[in-house]
């Protein structure tokens, strides 16, 4: 009979720190490694002294990258902050969460200085134009110390197009205060841009309906 490689193996489960995973421990085994984890836990959060205001990058192709920026905003202006919005590419379409967001309209602005997707615009000197412009508007915000959080919606897809250059984007980095934080969005974020982040999420692309099921946008969801 043909010996089974994991016969007996269970307890031998082990995590990628090299320990035995916790669905192999025993109470006491348990117990012991939560008590070392609280113990480096809490030496890390010892030594994480300090603030500062950080350059947050979105991006991969999977989907929520706004989506979380967005959760966020909201954080932001639950603490009270002043918080800006300016979307590079989807300003043409009205998103669900701009009709939330007016009720805050004394603490956030919302610019959407896109005219849409680049596959609909089809004009790449009106795009780059759109983007220089919410450029400017976006660098309003960033050097403005009033500004808590500023997110640049979709500002990645406009690097990577060319639409603005990553040098620029780098340059008006700089310029704001030490304690504002920036979110940049969107597929494609340039190796340059991600080096000069403190933060960075990728979102990777498993399942979509769309392209599997044929599944269209819907409410709540995707808008």
């Not at 035995?20 to 939560?34: G, R």
């Not at 989807?90 to 005219?115: C, N, Q, T, V, Y």
Request: proline content about 3%; overall charge neutral.
């Amino acid at each position: 009979m043909q010996q089974n490689p994991d016969l007996g193996q269970k307890d031998l489960a082990v995590d990628d720190s090299g320990e035995k995973s916790e669905s192999s421990l025993n109470s006491a085994q348990y117990k012991s490694k939560m008590q070392r984890r609280k113990e480096v836990q809490a030496q890390r959060l010892a030594s994480a002294n300090r603030e500062k205001g950080l350059v947050i990058i979105h991006t991969g192709n999977g989907k929520g990258k706004t989506t979380a920026a967005l959760g966020m905003v909201l954080r932001s202006l639950g603490h009270g902050y002043q918080v800006a919005i300016v979307q590079f590419i989807k300003g043409a379409w009205e998103p669900a969460e701009k009709e939330i967001f007016s009720r805050f309209s004394d603490r956030l602005e919302f610019h959407a200085m896109g005219e849409g997707f680049t596959w609909e615009t089809q004009d790449r000197d009106r795009d780059t134009q759109m983007a220089l412009a919410a450029w400017e508007k976006a660098l309003q915000f960033i050097r403005n110390p009033d500004y808590k959080l500023v997110l640049l919606d979709e500002i990645n897809v406009a690097m990577k197009l060319g639409y603005l250059s990553v040098d620029r984007v780098l340059a008006g980095l700089e310029e704001k205060p030490g304690d504002t934080h920036v979110i940049l969005t969107g597929r494609g974020a340039p190796a340059a841009a991600i080096a000069r982040a403190d933060l960075v999420t990728e979102m990777t692309l498993v399942k979509h309906p769309f392209r599997e099921q044929g599944v269209k946008a819907q409410p709540g969801i995707e808008f």
